[in-house]
């Protein structure tokens, strides 16, 4: 809903208008844009993101047994729950010093792209489209529509549609025909996961050292029987994006421009390699330039590491505009890592979380989320990287890399290269997903579902090496250990919608501080202590507006592309405030000394 | 610790964790011990059953014994 004030008398430059859109729906949980608008010259001057929500996940994991930490910290999500269960996964292996057997990884990895294939599609569909169907264009850009009626679709022989209109009308809400496609899909993947990794979206069969699926062959029929009914509607889902968003750059000069931001991206890397990984940090390097999701960090589009070592140290946890006191004088965990390199006491391995609450404002305090940023040690800048939505970032840094060689993905230098099989009506297909210009809203959403095709083309490759394993009598998913008393271990991964990293420390055998840093805190961060915005309001932040309302009629589309563009998930963004009403019961629960405590 | 005011623990953070004296599914040894799993990642029938398990296996060495499912 968008609050309209009108500002007083002597605003500068004229017409300047705040404009706030708190909550933003269509997203989870609780963002807020608050924006000054100068409608004389279509432009956002300035703005400010902010959440009211706390969630402490840092505070109340402390003291508790680390073998439940991926089962707590999968509620942080009501989405993608199973990447933090598998990013928990990966630190606890690396603080028990095991590793999941190959089978039971594979078993992993396509549960994951399984959830990649769901979520970006319904959000991509169910929820970003929106933006760009025929009823919200029709509503704020009516000249727009005029002219994608009369548009030819340039791929409309793959997708069916004859002209642009035609399939933004697909994309309308409830009606639609892709709309309802997409949600067949998303049952389609769902199910696909939930054979993987037991229940969506908090797995019941993930575990520290393997998975408790059953490695039967029929479990891997199931899943490619789905798979190939998945593959058709990925190739018209591309082929459509391409065309919608191909047209807006040409319809609207200068839509580059929306959601525009300097290219500031980091991805720590997805799918394990099974035949690389030991989950130890002294050769996390090359382990994680061994996963099939290249993890790394692009400044100005260029590559900046590679190294997962790297990437974790210069990890910093910034306050300034965030409602926290600073812990600076507070205990540091982890002083060194395991390799010997000095460990800052703004890494999440030394944070401490010490909330005060107080009144929003924007010249000082204004967010539950704190400011992540990566310490560039060759400039020494604290860059507010941001993840794209996720897909950007990993599509990115995995082009650029050119590390990826399999027989479905390949990474070329200046793009990739996705190649997916017939399906029932569409032959064989390979398509390329490029490095574009900018780093934009509408590069952000083309690239969600380009990695749509990477996650499915991928699921191939890990299909076809667990059959193998399994016709050759393989039936190893999990491995026993023993939890040590003192340890520490760190887990990166890529949530749907970006970067997301576990940080633990054990002490006594139970967990002493564990820090999840998950895409969101990274996009929406607020204003750091040296005054760097974070990525939304920097993409919002000077942007032009092509809606043709005016300030009374307003729809803020170009603002809710920009920032949807980021796939916003604010439930992760911040780490349960119980208020007044506060209510706890203690219930019997039918457990063997569950009294003990 | 942060100023805010918050009220007693009702429970230990670790209430619903492990228990002394109860066996530990994860604990070192305890794949081994479990029925028909060999040490080359392969499994034998008594994984799926303990009744007669060698009439379940394959007839072939050669075979891979996968569970029913």
């Known amino acids: 809903m968008a609050i309209t004030e009108q500002q007083s008398a002597a605003a500068r430059p004229e017409q300047l208008v705040e404009m706030s859109w708190d909550p933003i729906t269509r997203i989870i949980g609780n963002l807020g844009i608050y924006t000054k608008i100068d409608f004389a010259n279509r432009r956002v001057v300035e703005c400010h993101s902010t959440s009211s929500l706390f969630r402490g996940y840092s505070v109340f994991m402390k003291g508790k047994d680390p073998r439940d930490a991926g089962f707590i910290t999968s509620r942080i999500c009501g989405i993608c729950g199973d990447n933090h269960t598998t990013c928990s996964v990966y630190a606890q292996n690396m603080a028990y010093g095991i590793k999941t057997p190959v089978l039971g990884e594979l078993i992993l990895n396509l549960g994951e792209a399984a959830e990649y294939m769901f979520d970006h599609t319904i959000f991509q569909d169910n929820l970003v489209f929106v933006d760009f169907c025929e009823a919200m264009v029709k509503d704020t850009n009516p000249s727009v529509l005029r002219r994608a009626e009369s548009t030819e679709a340039p791929r409309g022989h793959i997708h069916g549609y004859r002209t642009i209109a035609d399939i933004m009308r697909g994309y309308n809400p409830f009606e639609g025909e892709v709309y309802k496609a997409a949600l067949r899909m998303s049952r389609l993947t769902r199910e696909m996961f939930c054979l993987m990794e037991g229940r969506h979206v908090h797995p019941s069969t993930v575990y520290p050292g393997g998975v408790g699926t059953q490695p039967t062959p029929t479990l891997f029929t199931d899943y490619l029987t789905r798979l190939m009914q998945v593959v058709d509607f990925v190739k018209k889902a591309v082929a459509m994006n391409d065309d919608v968003f191909d047209f807006f750059y040409e319809a609207l000069p200068g839509y580059e421009e929306v959601g525009r931001r300097r290219i500031l991206l980091g991805c720590w890397g997805a799918f394990q390699n099974p035949d690389v990984v030991d989950y130890r940090y002294e050769t996390m390097n090359e382990w994680g330039k061994a996963m099939y999701v290249t993890p790394g960090i692009v400044v100005d589009g260029e590559l900046v590491t590679n190294d997962l070592v790297d990437i974790n140290l210069g990890i910093r946890i910034l306050l300034g505009s965030s409602y926290y006191e600073d812990w600076v004088n507070e205990e540091p965990f982890v002083t060194h890592d395991p390799l010997g390199n000095p460990v800052d006491i703004r890494h999440p391995w030394n944070q401490t979380t010490l909330p005060a609450p107080q009144k929003r404002d924007f010249n000082d305090k204004y967010s539950w989320v704190m400011s992540p940023r990566w310490y560039d040690r060759r400039t020494g800048e604290h860059l507010a990287l941001d993840t794209g939505g996720g897909a950007f970032a990993r599509l990115y840094v995995t082009a650029l890399s050119n590390l990826v060689d399999t027989p479905y993905v390949r990474a070329t230098g200046s793009g990739v290269q996705i190649h997916l099989p017939k399906g029932e009506s569409l032959p064989e297909t390979t398509l390329e997903w490029r490095i574009p210009k900018w780093s934009n809203a509408i590069e952000r959403n083309r690239a969600r579902v380009y990695f749509v095709a990477y996650a499915a083309a991928m699921a191939f490759h890990f299909i076809e090496q667990a059959l193998e394993r399994v016709r050759a009598g393989d039936q190893k998913v999990f491995q026993d250990f023993d939890v040590p008393d003192e340890a520490i271990g760190v887990g990166f991964h890529e949530a749907v919608r970006g970067v997301l990293s576990h940080h633990l420390v054990i002490r006594d055998g139970k967990i002493a501080n564990y820090h999840p840093y998950p895409p969101t805190p990274w996009n929406a961060s607020p204003r750091d202590h040296f005054g760097t915005p974070g990525p939304y309001e920097d993409a919002v932040q000077d942007m032009p507006i092509f809606e043709e309302n005016g300030p009374e009629d307003f729809r803020g589309v170009d603002i809710m592309r920009a920032v949807r563009s980021f796939d916003p998930c604010l439930p992760c963004g911040v780490h349960m405030y119980l208020g007044k009403g506060r209510e706890l019961r203690r219930i019997h629960s039918p457990m063997f000394g569950a009294d003990h405590g | ?69």
């Open chain 2, 1 to 69: 610790m942060a100023q805010i005011r918050v009220g007693r623990p009702d429970t230990a953070p670790d209430a619903p964790a492990h228990t002394p004296g109860v066996r530990e599914g994860n604990a070192k040894g305890a794949y081994r011990h479990q029925a028909g799993h060999r040490k080359d990642d392969t499994v034998d029938a008594r994984k799926s059953t303990g009744i007669r398990p060698k009439d379940r296996n394959p007839i072939l060495p050669s075979m891979p014994n996968l569970p029913p499912g």
